[in-house]
């Protein structure tokens, strides 16, 4: 499976991106696809998932209300609309993938089988 991002830039605070995955090699049918980051020196976060089936979506409390995710299932691409940006949202975000469903990743602490490379986000203040 390979996830290749595209969208991360440097922002001024409340200003918006949006991110782009596309998601390649797959073997399965169904899957659930999604966005973690990381700052240096910090543990990932989570931030939002969305499962191909279903659409259902999960996204963490940092980000409810600013960003959404989507899903283009014929061109296998995710995406996540980010507005309202705030400093703290700065990091290496990261496409990821889990052939399963958003419940179990969430569960399991976020947890995909697969990450793409990462996109720089940068929000300054």
């Known amino acids: 499976v390979q996830l290749v991002e595209s969208g991360g830039d440097l922002v001024q605070a409340g200003g918006s991106l949006r991110l782009s995955c596309a998601a390649s090699?797959?073997?399965?049918?169904?899957?659930?696809i999604g966005w973690f980051r990381q700052v240096p020196g910090k543990e990932p976060e989570g931030v939002s998932c969305?499962?191909?089936?279903?659409?259902?979506?999960y996204y963490a409390e940092s980000v409810k209300g600013r960003f959404t995710i989507s899903i283009d299932k014929t061109k296998k691409t995710v995406y996540l609309q980010m507005k309202s940006l705030k400093p703290e949202d700065t990091a290496v975000y990261y496409c990821?993938?889990?052939?399963?469903?958003?419940?179990?990743?969430?569960?399991?602490?976020?947890?995909?089988?697969?990450r793409g490379q990462g996109t720089q986000v940068t929000v300054s203040s």
């Open positions: 969305i499962t191909k089936s279903d659409g259902l979506t």
């Open positions: 990821a993938l889990d052939p399963s469903h958003c419940v179990v990743v969430v569960k399991a602490g976020w947890s995909f089988d697969y």
């Open positions: 090699g797959l073997t399965v049918d169904d899957y659930a």
